[in-house]
T-cell receptor, first 112, second 109 residues
């Protein structure tokens, strides 16, 4: 089955450390997204990419960077993690403009 | 900016009772509206979208432009409907979906 895979699924790190969350997909979709989920705040968009050469900031991009290494891979980096970046991070893909999103299982990040 | 409001964080109903999860959006143009669901230990997935006008797992949602609402309804709740539900809005031709804060539905046996 075509899928969206996130690694790692869980990560605990310390303030100031560099962290990378990786996302790969076998759906063949061009569009990829990184969302952050916090209790009571829903999902908020961090970055999105429509193809390998296209990277766009979302609502809450400060403190994050991304890399679209290939059509199938989209990585999220925290250059210097801070505790308020503790959250559940979701990668998603889609085929259309604001269309149906296909989500990964999520990566739970804890910054101490 | 677009906003999606789900006023209820938690909603509990008895099995067999009707259920309505509320969603209001702020965009005044032609929005595209969706309901996503996250069952326990499963990933977030699309439940339904307003343009398809279909019923999925007994759920329906009608777009009311006058009230800027897209409430999710089911006449008879089942235990397997217990989950987290997110309403999402996207502007036609735009690049992003805006999600509400979610409503956790619990169906009591």
């Amino acid at each position: 089955d075509a899928d969206v895979t996130q690694t790692p699924r869980n990560r605990i790190t310390k303030t100031g450390k560099r962290i990378m969350l990786e996302c790969s997909q076998t759906k063949g979709h061009d569009r990829m997204y990184w969302y952050r989920q916090d209790p009571g705040l829903g999902l908020r968009l961090i970055y999105y990419s429509f193809d390998v050469k296209d990277i766009n900031k979302g609502e809450i991009s400060d403190g994050y960077s991304v890399s679209r290494q290939a059509q199938a891979k989209f990585s999220l980096s925290l250059e210097s993690a801070i505790p308020n970046q503790t959250a559940l991070y979701f990668c998603a893909t889609s085929v259309g403009i604001a269309g149906e999103l296909f989500f990964g299982e999520g990566s739970r990040l804890t910054v101490l | 900016a677009q906003r999606v409001t789900q006023p209820e964080k938690l909603l509990s109903v008895f099995k067999g009772a009707p259920v309505e999860l509320k969603c209001n959006y702020s965009y005044s143009g032609s929005p595209e509206l969706f309901w996503y669901v996250q069952y326990s230990r499963q990933r977030l997935q699309l439940l339904l979208r307003h343009i398809s006008r279909e019923s999925i797992k007994g759920f329906t949602a009608d777009l009311n432009k006058g009230e800027t609402s897209f409430h999710l309804k089911k006449p008879f709740a089942q235990e397997e409907d217990s989950a987290m539900y997110y309403c999402a809005s996207g502007q036609t031709g735009a690049n992003n979906l805006f999600f509400g804060t979610g409503t956790r539905l619990t169906v009591i046996p």
